[in-house]
């Protein structure tokens, strides 16, 4: 199949999973053509049948915001037109989605089918907000295929959108092979004594993360043990984050590491993941974290229930119950085999029900229910 993928290239979710996709699909014989403003940072090295194509802009002193969205639906049409492509794959309906189909408009006659994946925040947050409602609904009626990343993600919708179309869960995955705990990460670290338990919070920092919360529940862990805590990322909650930091004069304990390309060595030196947020999707830094055998304490919310099972590859407590959280985290923290047992466990359930194995053929297949426009009976 020749397959264009349109991704936002930076480090949240939705362009991790659509690259990782694009790879793994490249590597069972697939041709796929990548499209975005930059390129993207898990596309970092050559392979065969991987294109990236990125949106020409054109400058324009009468452009006080320049249109890359138009430019988006031009490059679309034209690889379309060049590459015959069989598939769009648009993840994130905002703009992603939206321009593939103006993309099929302007070519007119035009057989190429148009897939987009829900990531999350593109329904939760922003699709749902007045200013998008209407063309986010437009943008998934019109999918040829509609995939959300969670049952959660998958309901939350068809509730929102009234979209009676099925819209099919399709889980995220990774890659259990080359994703697993590395041996001596910690001494690579340099700065985590063997004593301590290393806790790790990875995401974007933006509200919906609480990252204060995570401090919060790394307070009270270091009052009762020593501990570490590693946050990786960057965005609008680092500072209130630096403040909580300071307030509860955690100097000495918390390390901001900035945006990391690769975050397989510090999950390799972590006991313990947070996830805290408000709402989520999926939740793919769990799954990272699950696949280097690290338990997860997460908030109950989305879809996270879905990938973490409480009690056993982690615990959920309710969003902003920092207390339970705690309490959580310092119950398996104390207790190492307890940690060992649901590491084990959580690893496991990554290469049981998440691994790329499983789930790229489900895409796969997908791909062609739609081509042969059977993608619309209900599952
Ligand atoms: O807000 C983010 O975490 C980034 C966002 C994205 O689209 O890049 O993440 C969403 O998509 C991820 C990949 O499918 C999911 O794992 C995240 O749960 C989801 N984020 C939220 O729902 C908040």
Request: aromatic letters at 8%; a negative charge; glycine letters at 6%.
């Amino acid at each position: 199949m020749r397959i264009g993928i349109v991704c936002y290239p930076t480090h949240g979710g939705s362009g991790v999973v659509a690259t990782e996709l694009g790879k793994e699909l490249a590597e069972r014989g697939h041709v796929v053509h990548f499209i975005s403003y930059q390129l993207p940072f898990r596309l970092d090295r050559f392979q065969p049948n991987v294109f990236y194509h990125e949106v020409d802009m054109l400058g324009y002193p009468l452009f006080k915001y320049p249109p890359y969205t138009l430019a988006l639906v031009n490059k679309i049409a034209e690889l379309v037109e060049r590459e015959k492509l069989d598939i769009i794959h648009a993840h994130y309906a905002i703009p992603h989605s939206f321009c593939a189909h103006m993309a099929q408009e302007v070519l007119g006659d035009c057989r190429t089918r148009v897939v987009t994946t829900l990531h999350g925040t593109d329904i939760t947050l922003v699709g749902n907000d007045a200013s998008f409602n209407r063309i986010t609904k437009y943008s998934i009626e019109r999918s040829d295929g509609i995939t959300a990343v969670s049952r959660s993600l998958t309901e939350e919708t068809c509730r929102t959108f009234g979209i009676v179309k099925p819209v099919r869960t399709i889980y995220n995955f990774i890659n259990t092979k080359h994703y697993r705990r590395q041996l001596g990460a910690r001494e690579r670290v340099g700065y985590l004594p063997q004593e301590c338990r290393v806790l790790v919070h990875v995401s974007n920092f933006r509200p919906v993360k609480r990252v204060p919360d995570v401090v919060e529940v790394f307070a009270r862990v270091r009052r009762e043990m020593p501990a570490k805590l590693l946050l990786v990322g960057d965005g609008v909650q680092r500072m209130e984050a630096q403040a909580a930091v300071d307030r509860l004069n955690l100097q000495e304990d918390v390390s901001f590491l900035g945006t990391q390309d690769n975050i397989l060595p510090i999950l390799s030196a972590a006991d313990l993941f947070l996830l805290p947020s408000e709402k989520e999707s999926f939740g793919l830094g769990a799954l990272e974290a699950m696949a280097c055998s690290v338990p997860v304490i997460a908030s109950d919310t989305g879809g996270i229930p879905e990938v973490v099972k409480h009690g056993e590859t982690g615990f959920l407590a309710p969003v902003g119950d920092i207390e339970a959280m705690s309490a959580h985290a310092l119950q398996v923290l104390s207790d190492t085999s307890r940690l060992q047992t649901m590491g084990e466990a959580a690893r496991l359930r990554a290469e049981d029900h998440f691994s790329s194995e499983s789930i790229v053929p489900q895409y796969e297949r997908f791909y062609d229910e739609v081509l042969e426009g059977r993608c619309n009976e209900s599952d």
